[in-house]
């Protein structure tokens, strides 16, 4: 069965840390993958697709990475600012129905 | 451009109401779905259009119908409201069916049924 599983389910950091999120995937076949970001109250927000090909993509303070052999994806945000409070969604596409799985998210908190 | 809007932003029904949740798009994309997202849950997709005139089911349509008369806008209707459908609603829209294209996603209607 298809399945994208995220972790941790929420994280408590301080303001200029850095974390990472997790993304582990069981979809097959892969097509891409792209992460998400939602503030509270709003849509989603797309912040960086990982074609199969990539392994690392940067977008300003957020970097994320993709082991298409292990099927697992991180989002690593560096000096987090208090902005990055918001919940972190891992979409998955699948290459044969162009289905998309979407994550349960990870809700990130930064504190000052 | 204002995107993709919803109204209304809040609502509560009771059960056995009915209701159509309201998307419009300024982008002239083909593309526009409905997800519904629930504590705990991945998006859930309830509909989608690939252009005007042309509507499909999603994972959970049951409760639900759409229509697609022009390419901004897509409704979204609740036939007969039961708690079970208390749920935060977002439609999105693409600028093409193929799924690795980028969706704008709406603010949301949150969704209360008693």
């Known amino acids: 069965k298809n399945q994208v599983e995220q972790s941790p389910q929420s994280l408590i950091i301080l303001e200029g840390k850095n974390c990472t999120l997790q993304?582990?995937?069981?979809?097959?076949?892969?097509?891409?993958l792209r992460w998400y970001k939602q503030d509270t109250g709003r849509g989603p927000v797309s912040l960086t697709i990982m074609t199969f090909s990539e392994n690392t993509k940067s977008n300003g303070r957020y970097t994320a990475t993709l082991d298409a052999d292990t099927k697992q994806s991180s989002l690593h945000i560096t000096a987090s600012q208090l902005s990055d409070s918001a919940s972190y969604i891992c979409?998955?596409?699948?290459?044969?129905?162009?289905?998309?799985?979407w994550g349960a998210g990870t809700k990130l908190i930064i504190k000052p | 451009n204002a995107g993709v809007t919803q109204t209304p932003k809040f609502q509560v029904l009771k059960t056995g109401q009915s209701m159509t949740l309201q998307c419009a798009q300024d982008?002239?994309?083909?593309?526009m779905s409905w997800y519904r997202q629930d504590p705990g849950m991945g998006l859930r997709l309830i509909h989608y259009s690939v252009g005007a005139g042309i509507t499909d089911q999603g994972e959970v349509p049951n409760g639900y119908n759409v229509s697609r008369s022009t390419t901004e806008d897509f409704p979204l209707r609740l036939l007969s409201a039961a708690p079970s459908q208390t749920s935060v609603y977002f439609c999105?829209?693409?600028?093409?069916?193929?799924?690795?294209?980028?969706?704008?996603f709406g603010p949301g209607t949150r969704l209360t049924v008693t």
């Open positions: 979409v998955v596409i699948s290459y044969s129905n162009y289905q998309l799985i």
């Open positions: 993304c582990n995937y069981t979809v097959s076949p892969f097509s891409n």
């Open positions: 999105a829209s693409s600028y093409s069916w193929q799924k690795d294209y980028e969706q704008y």
């Open positions: 982008m002239n994309h083909e593309y």
